[in-house]
């Protein structure tokens, strides 16, 4: 977890060499199978969560009841899971990946949020429309100076040395946490709650409903399946020099929460999608099925 000074192009810092391109484009060093692993998987997890959010915006332009069909407080729920994502990997200095799928995780947010609203108030003309978009400037607004902070914040000290994945003559140990660091590790956790918590009104929406049309569930499908990438990308990463395994999960450890502990609640959806999808089905084809 090496991340190079603003600016800077000492790839010594890097001390048993790394792919050129990816310490060029991430500033991050991949010094054996498990790191390049790492940034693959990574990479991939962010095209899955880009390709995520395309099948609802079409299925929002084809039905237009995206308002109906999606839970607000879900919405809500995820954009501020992901403005915590962001601020929080920042602080608590998170692997370069996670800071940029953040970035994109807040920017698709807005893009979703503004298109609820527009299909809320589009026949619906409100008094709330101005503030609602005065909001939505000051999260985009937020969101785009954040990774200011990155430069404020000290950079972390390069390895003198690369230990792997294999035992050293000398046991490692914990790496304490800094003050900026305890500050985006609280920010952290509080988004991975976010993170939980934005599920429950759209498993509620689609039970009340008994229906989960309007819903592309190839949001919810490439979502689980980035998430599950995003933390195997984090797991396989190889901690800093003389960093323990635990150390290294417990400074991770709301982020890993955050991606591989929705799973489960994503699988509840996934569920209610093929539960209420038979139902549709076999209420459409039970007319068929009465004598004439």
């Given at each position: 977890?090496?991340?190079?000074?603003?600016?800077s192009?000492?790839?010594s810092?890097?001390?048993?060499?790394?792919?050129?391109?990816?310490?060029?484009?991430?500033?991050?060093?991949?010094?054996?199978?498990?790191?390049?692993?790492?940034?693959?998987?990574?990479?991939?997890?962010i095209?899955?969560?880009?390709?995520?959010?395309?099948?609802?915006?079409?299925?929002?332009?084809?039905?237009?009841?995206?308002?109906?069909?999606?839970?607000?407080?879900?919405?809500?729920g995820?954009?501020?899971?992901?403005?915590?994502?962001?601020?929080?990997?920042?602080?608590?200095?998170?692997?370069?990946?996670?800071?940029?799928?953040?970035?994109?995780?807040?920017?698709?947010?807005?893009?979703?949020?503004?298109l609820?609203?527009?299909?809320?108030?589009?026949?619906?003309?409100?008094?709330?429309?101005a503030?609602?978009?005065?909001?939505?400037?000051?999260?985009?607004?937020?969101?785009?100076?954040?990774?200011?902070?990155?430069?404020?914040?000290?950079?972390?000290?390069?390895?003198?040395?690369?230990?792997?994945?294999?035992?050293?003559?000398?046991?490692?140990?914990?790496?304490?946490?800094?003050?900026?660091?305890?500050?985006?590790?609280?920010?952290?956790?509080?988004?991975?709650?976010?993170?939980?918590?934005?599920?429950?009104?759209?498993?509620?929406?689609?039970?009340?409903?008994?229906?989960?049309?309007?819903?592309?569930?190839?949001?919810?499908?490439?979502?689980?399946?980035?998430?599950?990438?995003?933390?195997?990308?984090?797991?396989?990463?190889?901690?800093?020099?003389?960093?323990?395994?635990?150390?290294?999960?417990?400074?991770?450890?709301?982020?890993?929460?955050?991606?591989?502990?929705?799973?489960?609640?994503?699988?509840?959806?996934?569920?209610?999608?093929?539960?209420?999808?038979?139902?549709?089905?076999?209420?459409?084809?039970?007319?068929?099925?009465?004598p004439?």
């Amino acid at each position: 977890m090496v991340w190079k000074k603003l600016g800077s192009r000492n790839f010594s810092s890097c001390p048993n060499g790394s792919i050129q391109w990816i310490w060029d484009v991430l500033g991050e060093c991949a010094q054996d199978g498990w790191d390049e692993a790492s940034v693959g998987l990574g990479l991939i997890s962010i095209l899955c969560f880009a390709a995520s959010t395309f099948p609802q915006f079409i299925k929002a332009y084809k039905t237009g009841n995206m308002d109906q069909a999606l839970s607000l407080w879900f919405l809500l729920g995820w954009i501020g899971g992901d403005s915590c994502n962001l601020i929080g990997s920042f602080l608590a200095d998170q692997l370069p990946l996670q800071s940029y799928t953040a970035v994109y995780y807040v920017m698709a947010d807005l893009v979703m949020l503004t298109l609820y609203f527009y299909y809320k108030f589009r026949k619906r003309p409100s008094p709330l429309s101005a503030p609602i978009n005065s909001m939505l400037l000051f999260l985009m607004g937020t969101a785009c100076a954040t990774p200011l902070l990155s430069a404020a914040g000290p950079v972390a000290a390069p390895r003198e040395g690369f230990r792997g994945r294999a035992l050293l003559s000398v046991e490692p140990g914990s790496k304490p946490f800094t003050r900026q660091e305890i500050i985006g590790f609280v920010i952290g956790s509080v988004s991975s709650v976010l993170y939980l918590l934005s599920r429950l009104p759209q498993i509620r929406t689609n039970f009340l409903r008994k229906s989960t049309q309007g819903i592309s569930y190839s949001l919810f499908a490439l979502v689980m399946l980035g998430n599950t990438l995003y933390g195997l990308s984090v797991l396989l990463k190889n901690p800093e020099e003389g960093q323990s395994e635990g150390s290294y999960l417990l400074h991770h450890l709301p982020w890993l929460v955050g991606s591989l502990g929705v799973l489960l609640l994503d699988t509840i959806i996934s569920i209610q999608f093929l539960v209420y999808r038979r139902s549709a089905a076999a209420s459409e084809l039970e007319p068929l099925l009465l004598p004439s």
